[in-house]
T-cell receptor, first 112, second 114 residues
Framework: QKEVEQDPGPLSVPEGAIVSLNCTYSNSAFQYFMWYRQYSRKGPELLMYTYSSGNKEDGRFTAQVDKSSKYISLFIRDSQPSDSATYLCAMSPFQGAQKLVFGQGTRLTINP | DSGVTQTPKHLITATGQRVTLRCSPRSGDLSVYWYQQSLDQGLQFLIQYYNGEERAKGNILERFSAQQFPDLHSELNLSSLELGDSALYFC?????????????FGEGSRLTVL
């Protein structure tokens, strides 16, 4: 079993919809949680960074962490075609960028 | 543009061969990371260097090796290549002392082993 599980999709939704992306994990040592976005033929880029349980909001994006359930989510409100990308969750026991463990990535398409 | 440069962008080679992938980190970043991305395994951490020294090791095969040079560029050497080594290899760099989990990725080197 992988340390981090993420449904690879693909997920296709209409423009303006609320998108929910999720990851589950098994390692209770994970304290730092991230979401990266990867456009086609590009490297991943950091979208959100959270520590421990709770919510964090940045514009149309909200990251949620539930450590008791070992479950993290990313919500995208008012989704736009430009949000079409692969979204990867990542996590680590360490502060910073050391030894990040990534999920498989969910491929998301927003249809105009 | 992340500021991380990787060469070559594409590489096609045969089984049993050896290749070298090159990475130049962002200006000022001392840490370089190598990741392998494949359809079945996702993005997997291989190895990290900090200012020329190996700092952390992940799922890197013994056939693979890396180094970071005094000018901070890094090379990943892949030898005795197998079909299963076909993947996208990413280099990333990070700023030390900034605890945001932010890696700056290059655009990757796509390796195809025939």
């Amino acid at each position: 079993q992988k340390e981090v599980e993420q449904d690879p999709g693909p997920l296709s939704v209409p423009e303006g919809a609320i998108v929910s992306l999720n990851c589950t994990y098994s390692n209770s040592a994970f304290q730092y949680f991230m979401w990266y976005r990867q456009y086609s033929r590009k490297g991943p880029e950091l979208l959100m960074y959270t520590y421990s349980s709770g919510n964090k909001e940045d514009g149309r994006f909200t990251a949620q962490v539930d450590k008791s359930s070992k479950y993290i989510s990313l919500f995208i409100r008012d989704s736009q075609p430009s949000d079409s990308a692969t979204y990867l969750c990542a996590m680590s026991p360490f502060q910073g960028a050391q030894k990040l463990v990534f999920g498989q990535g969910t491929r998301l398409t927003i249809n105009p | 543009d992340s500021g991380v440069t990787q060469t070559p962008k594409h590489l096609i080679t045969a089984t049993g061969q050896r290749v070298t992938l090159r990475c130049s980190p962002r200006s000022g970043d001392l840490s370089v990371y190598w990741y392998q991305q494949s359809l079945d395994q996702g993005l997997q951490f291989l190895i990290q260097y900090y200012n020329g020294e190996e700092r952390a090791k992940g799922n890197i095969l013994e056939r693979f090796s890396a180094q970071q040079f005094p000018d901070l560029h890094s090379e990943l050497n892949l030898s005795s290549l197998e079909l299963g080594d076909s993947a996208l290899y990413f280099c990333a760099s990070s700023v030390e002392g900034v605890h945001t989990g932010e890696l700056f990725f290059g655009e990757g080197s796509r390796l195809t082993v025939l």
